[in-house]
């Protein structure tokens, strides 16, 4: 189904995309729901001024306000969905346009609430916390009142609030230029085909075995992502004034401690990643070396960095075969887990394959009330069986956190949202390692959970350390170009892979295709929640339903509590380096172990 050319969207099998009637039933409720929601926006802002009044007001405007964002956030969800099925449809384009105007008039309807409730006296403000009546917003208000020192005025917190729209240029453009806009043309596959490149096709390239194909997809790929790197970088560059726009004016002394402030994380968890992974970064330099070995090379370059060290178990897998070994991989999770894995597999929660225009990579998603998502680009390699459980992993978080908890607190935090996935992915990798019987095959599962570590451990955090210079950079006073971030990038990728990879010149420009640094402070939790993710799998696979029934009240949790908190009651301290220190002696003791089987 994914050989040749992607395929048009009507041509893939409905078996294989999913169903978003169960989300909306159709354009014409979308277009009702859309003027429901346009309604509800006065009679939100109808409380502004009321604040004072009594805690029965704040109690029905929580109501109106879910009743206006719940709404919203279903239509929201299927128009972008129905977008990324294919990004050159218009009719979608105009949905998620309208929605982003939506998203805004919803804002400004509500910003008053933040500031008028904070310009009440503390004490009137703790007697609303502490009244049975709103006994069900007692944390969302205590919440709210640790914000009071980045909290505007009511007119402000107006200007604010109508800026979000013109604020979100920068991602928009970059999404329609990558997703939509850029080709790389055609290059002969190892049989000497031509074969079209695409972003979703680059990473199967880099796994080939034949060197000249790997060598001609990255360097015609960034070819083409440096004929419009200025425009890029200066759409990156704009999304960083953004940031630090709102961080000033929000009196945050940093656009980090902003971003982490949302999900109250402690700076000092950031810093300590960056720091203890740089201690580890031997362990790292040790496996670019084995590589080089196995290689036979006399030269290591960036890709030459995904093939596998096993070629010969570069094992293809039918989209059926990877539900299977999802099934049995999370079997330690217990019958109720399964179950609702079950019910995504054989209701139509995901949309499989790729197609011309939809959008690219994984993800998981949805609206309360509702089952959740996933969105792949299945390809059918073995990256693509751990992205199935990896993306389950967060919608079946989900669907028990929003079977728990009201809709106030049904939206987890993605600190902990990257904790529930890649503990899929660790237990069907332990799985896998634990059925292998032949050396070479434990070899290239040895050599796949290795890749995990430098894919998500290492390389987020060099990310991670990429955006916090490049918005330190800007903050310096110095030119935020598109040099000066490749250059930056360059280094780290130095510092990173040691003295046995050699530095290509594309490697540069990475940066330039990764849509996560225009969220910032992201990626990061990618990091965080892997090495918190190896821990609970080993308690998990260890001490059986304990912890088990640990690890199913912390994705019940949503955002009841903040995520150390919930991380804590799954048996993980994500404040203390151990975690991490953890992780990154597995992997360098599963690099000693890969350099004995091969």
């Known amino acids: 189904m994914n050989n040749g050319k992607p395929m048009n969207r009507c041509e893939v099998p409905a078996e294989y995309t999913w169903n978003l009637q169960d989300l909306c039933k159709s354009d014409d409720i979308f277009e009702e729901q859309f003027k429901t929601v346009q309604n509800l926006l006065s009679e939100v802002s109808a409380f502004n001024g009321r604040l004072s009044e009594g805690a029965d007001v704040i109690l029905a405007f929580f109501t109106k306000l879910e009743e206006a964002e719940q709404t919203f956030e279903t239509i929201y969800v299927y128009a972008n969905m129905h977008l990324h099925e294919d990004m050159n449809i218009s009719k979608y384009q105009g949905y998620c346009t309208r929605m982003q105007s939506l998203a805004v008039n919803l804002a400004e309807a509500a910003s008053f609430f933040e500031p008028e409730l904070l310009s009440l006296s503390e004490e009137q403000i703790i007697a609303y916390i502490n009244d049975k009546l709103l006994s069900k917003y007692k944390l969302l208000l205590e919440r709210i009142l640790k914000r009071k020192e980045h909290t505007l005025s009511p007119a402000e917190e107006l200007i604010v609030a109508k800026s979000s729209e013109m604020a979100s240029a920068a991602d928009d453009i970059f999404s329609m230029l990558n997703d939509a806009d850029l080709k790389f043309g055609e290059i002969k596959d190892s049989d000497g085909k031509m074969t079209e490149l695409t972003s979703e096709r680059f990473i199967n390239f880099m796994e080939s075995t034949d060197r000249d194909v790997r060598k001609n997809a990255f360097e015609r790929f960034y070819e083409i992502y440096g004929q419009f790197k200025n425009t890029i970088g200066t759409s990156y560059a704009a999304s960083i004034k953004k940031a630090r726009f709102y961080s000033n004016v929000r009196k945050y002394s940093s656009t980090l401690e902003m971003s982490l402030s949302q999900n109250e994380i402690p700076l000092s968890v950031y810093d300590n990643l960056i720091k203890t992974v740089r201690e580890n970064l031997p362990a790292m330099h040790k496996y670019i070396s084995l590589r080089k070995r196995v290689l036979d090379v006399s030269e290591h370059h960036f890709y030459d960095n995904y093939v596998s060290l096993v070629p010969d178990y570069n094992k293809k897998f039918t989209f059926e075969e990877a539900k299977d070994m999802a099934r049995k991989g999370l079997a330690p999770m217990g019958e109720d887990y399964l179950r609702r894995l079950e019910e995504g597999f054989s209701n139509r929660w995901i949309d499989v394959y790729e197609n011309i225009g939809k959008c690219s990579g994984a993800y998981s998603w949805g609206a309360y009330g509702t089952h959740p998502y996933v969105l792949m680009n299945f390809q059918g390699n073995l990256d693509d069986v751990f992205t199935l459980v990896h993306e389950m992993g967060h919608a079946l978080h989900s669907m028990y956190s929003n079977e728990t908890q009201p809709y106030t607190y049904a939206g987890y935090k993605i600190f902990v949202a990257e904790v529930a996935s890649t503990c899929n992915e660790a237990l069907l990798m332990r799985y896998m390692l634990s059925k292998s019987s032949d050396k070479r095959e434990k070899a290239y599962l040895i050599n796949h959970f290795i890749d995990q570590f430098k894919g998500t451990l290492y390389r987020q955090t060099m990310f991670a350390e990429f955006e916090k210079a490049a918005h330190e950079l800007y903050v310096s006073g110095k030119a935020l ?49 892997f090495s918190a993710a190896i821990a609970l799998s080993n308690r998990i696979l260890k001490e059986g339903k304990p912890a088990v029934d640990d690890y199913i009240s912390f994705l019940k949790g949503g955002s009841s509590q903040d995520p150390i908190s919930l991380l804590k009651i799954a048996g993980v301290d994500m404040t203390s380096p151990q975690p991490i220190e953890d992780a990154l002696k597995l992997f360098s003791n599963l690099v000693d172990e890969l350099s004995e089987l091969l």
């Open 481 to 529: 170009t598109t040099d000066a971030l490749c250059e930056i990038y360059r280094n780290l990728n130095k510092d990173y892979f040691g003295d046995d990879m050699l530095i290509d010149d594309e490697i540069a420009l990475e940066w330039l295709r990764i849509p996560h640094f225009y969220n910032e402070f992201y990626v990061y939790q990618y990091a965080t929640g």
